[in-house]
């Protein structure tokens, strides 16, 4: 099995900056995809930005060029880095892992952030 624990949450001005990290465990090796998702209130779980173990990333649109994600595979944590951030990226974000040969796929607890205009 693979336990997440994510950190970083908080409240945060407009326009600030916050690092989420997700920190994995357990059986590593049956994961190979590690991502943050968000679900804001009243609204659907959506991507935020996920990476590969062999490094490549996507990012939902409405992040793009304002997030950034990064892994340190010695830690076995993803890092979300949150810039400029605005009120609607108020949401709790979800540390999620997926093995695509395994079919493992596991989620944190979420973490909440909140930017406050």
């Known amino acids: 099995q693979v336990q997440l624990v994510e950190s970083g949450g908080g409240l945060v001005q407009v326009g600030g900056s916050l690092r989420l990290s997700c920190a994995a465990s357990g059986s590593i090796f049956s994961i190979n995809v590690m991502g943050w998702y968000r679900q804001a209130p009243g609204k659907q779980r959506e991507l935020v930005a996920v990476?590969?173990?062999?490094?490549?990333?996507h990012y939902g649109d409405s992040v793009k060029g304002r997030f950034s994600i990064s892994r340190d595979a010695a830690k076995n944590t993803v890092y979300l880095q949150m810039n400029s951030l605005k009120p609607e990226d108020t949401a709790v974000y979800y540390c999620n892992a997926v093995g695509s040969a395994t079919a493992v796929e596991v989620w944190g607890q979420g973490t909440l952030v909140t930017v406050s205009p």
């Open positions: 990476i590969t173990f062999g490094g490549n990333t």
